[in-house]
């Protein structure tokens, strides 16, 4: 943000943009927990296993 009330240095912003993407991830990892639980109901293997998939490969990149 650039304004007369506001000096972010590049520290801060990185830190902003770090936060941003761990929420987003954290936010995806949720969804597809939630949708996993949902084929689980359905009795959908198919999209059980492609769902695990996903969450698998998301988590590499989230680092848990």
């Given at each position: ?22 929420a ?41």
């Amino acid at each position: 943000i650039k304004s007369a009330y506001f000096k972010v240095t590049v520290k801060e912003e990185v830190l902003v943009d770090m936060m941003i993407y761990e929420a987003q991830l954290t936010h995806a990892q949720m969804k597809l927990k939630e949708q996993i639980d949902q084929a689980l109901d359905n009795r959908d293997k198919e999209a059980f296993m492609k769902l695990s998939n996903e969450l698998i490969e998301l988590e590499k990149n989230f680092g848990n």
